[in-house]
């Protein structure tokens, strides 16, 4: 008969795994310093100006006033067509900031930025102007199956547009007249 070995039989511990615990431990503290250190503030605040100083500075803060965006003048009716719905909603802005709905404000802010990205890439291109036909644009992709048309008088000029999401540069023009494209409340 052979000889039985009596003794339990107790798991060895690999090298590799104790050595691959400790890398991980010291992973998760390196990780955790560098987040602590990047939630640290920049730098110590500077010391506190006396006197004259810090009149300067909240004279120069007093006189600084925040550029308003002018109301714009214009009504435009707006047909907005997707799968689920179709609405119509008309927006008339009268030019006054007080009274006007905030999505005029919106729109002339929008228009501004329109306008200082036409200057810059020379395009010319306007809050309600369609793509030009010599724009390249990315067709293998339709973005949605909304439909819209615009149409009214903005700032003097007669609008008549039609918007959709058939490629990327309509898919831009869609999401840069948005705000007047969902609902208004």
Not at 32 to 51: D, K, N, W, Y
Request: glycine content about 8%.
């Amino acid at each position: 008969m052979a000889k039985q070995n009596l003794r339990p039989r107790t798991p060895r511990r690999a090298v590799g795994s104790t050595v691959l615990g400790a890398m991980c431990a010291g992973g998760a503290l390196v990780w955790a310093f560098i987040a602590g250190v990047s939630l640290m503030p920049a730098s110590t605040p500077a010391e506190e100006p006396q006197g004259s100083e810090l009149d300067m500075v909240s004279d120069s803060s007093a006189d600084a006033a925040p550029e308003a965006v002018d109301s714009p003048e214009g009504r435009l009716q707006i047909q907005v067509s997707s799968e689920d719905r179709a609405y119509i909603q008309n927006l008339t802005c009268t030019g006054d900031a007080v009274a006007d709905p905030a999505l005029c404000r919106e729109l002339a802010s929008i228009a501004a930025e329109q306008e200082e990205e036409a200057e810059e890439q020379e395009t010319g291109v306007g809050l309600f102007d369609e793509v030009p036909e010599e724009a390249v644009c990315d067709a293998d992709r339709a973005y949605g199956p909304g439909e819209a048309r615009i149409t009214g008088e903005w700032e003097g000029e007669e609008v008549d547009t039609a918007l959709n999401r058939a490629d990327s540069c309509e898919e831009v023009r869609w999401q840069r007249l948005l705000p007047l494209l969902e609902p208004m409340e």
